[in-house]
């Protein structure tokens, strides 16, 4: 089951505030960037974000799983609980780097 275009605008409304929110389709699912960051990805309607250390703590007790095959394990995100969440959030993009732009393919 693809993720709904309904469940990524909820996504993106439970942390909104936190900073520019944008999402993009990938690879059939959802990557959810704040300020340009890669931060939450979205499959199947569940939210996983990636096992931080500086979210550790936090998301002892979270489920986890994986968001596609081949993927690392995940923490499963209780995004129903938004402020909870824009914690979470606001931890991971203070780790995450900008991706580098991907240099396009000379012909």
């Given at each position: 089951m693809?993720?709904?275009?309904?469940?990524?605008?909820?996504?993106?409304?439970?942390?909104?505030?936190?900073?520019?929110?944008?999402?993009?389709?990938?690879?059939?699912?959802?990557?959810?960037?704040?300020?340009?960051?890669?931060?939450?990805?979205?499959?199947?309607?569940?939210?996983?974000?990636?096992?931080?250390?500086?979210?550790e703590?936090?998301?002892?007790?979270?489920?986890?799983?994986?968001?596609?095959?081949?993927?690392?394990?995940?923490?499963?995100?209780?995004?129903?609980?938004?402020?909870?969440?824009?914690?979470i959030?606001?931890?991971?993009?203070?780790?995450?780097?900008?991706?580098?732009?991907?240099?396009?393919?000379?012909?």
């Amino acid at each position: 089951m693809a993720t709904t275009n309904e469940y990524i605008e909820y996504v993106c409304e439970q942390i909104k505030g936190i900073g520019d929110i944008r999402y993009k389709k990938m690879f059939g699912e959802y990557m959810v960037y704040v300020n340009d960051k890669p931060v939450i990805i979205v499959c199947n309607n569940i939210t996983f974000v990636k096992e931080l250390e500086c979210i550790e703590e936090k998301m002892k007790d979270a489920e986890e799983g994986y968001p596609y095959k081949g993927a690392k394990e995940h923490y499963t995100l209780d995004i129903d609980n938004s402020e909870f969440s824009k914690s979470i959030v606001t931890e991971i993009e203070k780790v995450t780097p900008i991706p580098k732009p991907k240099k396009k393919k000379s012909k």
